[in-house]
């Protein structure tokens, strides 16, 4: 059975940091590049950054530029999303997807596979 499990989120004070892990069991991440989105309350599913399968090249949303780091780490069969300098603008449940394409991609039409999101709050 194909899976993606999230895991690090939780409640951090504003310009603190976290580390989100996406983890796969039940199929290979390498041949497939990796989405995070975000979902903020009352607001649509939105894209944060990419990992491409092909060549490991990213890409983020401007409002996280410098601030988010996206990883993979193939011999664990994981995803990392580094969080920095948080927001409370950055508070909502974040995903990963796998989509079977080379490239990355912000539209989460092209993802297969999704995760069950974890939480990120960011308040004082």
């Known amino acids: 059975q194909l899976q993606l499990v999230e895991s690090g989120g939780g409640l951090v004070q504003p310009g603190g940091s976290l580390r989100l892990s996406c983890a796969a069991s039940?199929?290979?991440?390498?041949?497939?590049?990796i989405g995070w989105f975000r979902q903020a309350p009352g607001k649509e599913r939105e894209g944060v950054s990419c990992?491409?399968?092909?060549?490991?090249?990213?890409n983020y949303a401007d409002s996280v530029k410098g601030r988010f780091t996206i990883s993979r780490d193939n011999a664990k069969n994981t995803v990392f999303l580094q969080m920095n300098s948080l927001k409370p603008e950055d508070t909502g449940v974040f995903y990963c997807?796998?989509?079977?394409?080379?490239?990355?991609?912000?539209?989460?039409?092209?993802?297969?596979?999704w995760g069950q999101g974890t939480q990120v709050t960011v308040s004082s």
């Open positions: 997807a796998a989509a079977s394409i080379p490239i990355c991609s912000g539209w989460s039409v092209e993802y297969d596979h």
């Open positions: 039940g199929f290979t991440l390498d041949y497939y590049s």
């Open positions: 990992i491409s399968s092909s060549d490991g090249s990213t």
